[in-house]
Every structure is written in C-alpha cells, then in structure tokens.
C-alpha cells in the first residue's frame, strides 16, 4: 500500500492567481498521476507525473496551465495558473503500486479549490 | 478517446434493497477495477477483475465481468446505510481512466 499526503486540502482563491498543490508518497514509485473531478463528476486524468523527465498530459490539459513538477521519486506538484471559476474542482493526486495487472491505485485526500 | 458509460447514474434505495450498477465500454478491456467514493472523501479500491466471465465476491458485493470483457457489474445484496458513495469502475492499462460513476443513496 502507499499513503499519500496532499495539500492543502482545500483553498479559496482568487481569479488570476495560481495555486500549487503538493502530493508526498511514502514510498518511492515510478508514476504518479492528477486527476481534476468537478462537482458530481467522474475522475479525468490530467497528467502523468514522470520522475526525470517532462510530465505527459492528457487530451484537454495544457503545461502552461498545469505545469507539473516531479523533482524526485516521492514527491509530485500541480499548479493551476491563472486561474478562473472554471477551475474550481477537487484535484486529487494517485500512484500505483505498479501499473497494469493485479495493482490498485491510492488516492491523497485531494484538494478543494474554489476560484472567486 | 474511450470512455466507459455507467448506468444508473444515481440510485436511491431503501436500507435492505438490492443495488447495482453497470459498467459498459464500446471496445475490449484489458481489465476492470471498481472503487468506491465516500461523500467528501477520495475513491478506494475495492476489486479488479481480469478474466472473461469472472466473478468475485466481497461480503455482500458480487463483480463480474463480461464474456465480451466489454461490460461489467457491481451488485450490492441488501444495501446498508454504509454503502452510500458513488461506484465507479475504471480501466487499468498505463493509467486508469474511469468511467462515468453511479451515485448511490440509502435511506434507513
């Protein structure tokens, strides 16, 4: 298992601004993920987060909007730039404990974020 | 790309009652997991199920996974007041993409 902390667990920000959540693992793992869920919505995959090289973003997701850093194999930042109502959602960070058969995915608490 | 459709999209049952939720993809999956979203909480893992026609059972929670390995289901026998959340199967290739969701409601 892996137990990850996220935060901050929620924020109030101003249009414009940019807010940067982090996600700390307890154990080294190669992937880590961001998913956005807006209110009464499904899970969707930002980006993964790859440790060593340039995150891969989904359909949708931009860097300059969503710049990730990964600078080392526990530890994972998303920040949402310039930000606007729109971006208000839950972001939650995930790894593996493999990808692919027979592994499951953990989840930080996620982080609330309201854009005024 | 893919997406994989769940229906209901919300349930309200009665403590006792039966729920289930379906899980439907238009192509082939490698494999399905189902998790479970608490209100206000983040999902957890609850079952993966690989095999054609496979069947796995938790307590009160029965999975199975089509014959196609296009489609699958969640069924809760005699739902309780601990089962409200939103289920939500998912594929698990390189990254895990999940489906759309059921919200379920129980009321005592």
């Known amino acids: 298992s892996a137990v990850i902390s996220q935060k901050p667990s929620r924020d109030i920000c101003q249009r414009g601004t940019s807010l940067t959540i982090q996600c700390q693992v307890d154990?080294?793992?190669?992937?880590m993920f961001w998913y956005r869920q807006q209110p009464g919505q499904s899970l969707t995959l930002i980006a993964t987060?790859?440790?060593?090289?340039?995150?891969?973003?989904e359909s949708g997701f931009v860097i300059d909007k969503f710049p990730i850093s990964r600078p080392n194999l526990t530890f994972s930042t998303l920040t949402v730039s310039n930000m606007s109502p729109e971006d208000s959602s839950i972001y939650l960070c995930?790894?593996?404990?493999?990808?692919?058969?027979?592994?499951?995915?953990?989840f930080g608490q996620g982080t609330r974020l309201t854009v005024v | 790309g893919q997406q994989v459709m769940q229906i209901p999209q919300y349930q309200h049952v009665q403590e006792g009652e039966d729920f289930t939720t379906y899980c439907n993809s238009s192509?082939?999956?490698?494999?399905i997991q189902w998790y479970k979203q608490r209100p206000g909480g983040h999902p957890v893992f609850l079952i993966q199920?690989?095999?054609?026609?496979e069947v796995k059972k938790q307590k009160r929670l029965t999975f199975q996974f089509g014959e196609a390995k296009k489609n699958s289901s969640l069924h809760i026998t005699a739902t309780q007041t601990t089962d409200v959340g939103t289920y939500f199967c998912?594929?698990?290739?390189?990254?895990?993409?999940f489906g759309t969701g059921t919200r379920l409601q129980v009321f005592p």
């Open positions: 192509t082939t999956l490698s494999n």
């Open positions: 995930s790894v593996g404990s493999g990808w692919g058969m027979n592994t499951e995915a953990f």
């Open positions: 987060a790859n440790q060593g090289s340039e995150a891969t973003y």
């Open positions: 199920l690989v095999k054609s026609g």
């Open positions: 154990s080294q793992v190669t992937m």
């Open positions: 998912a594929e698990n290739t390189d990254k895990l993409i």
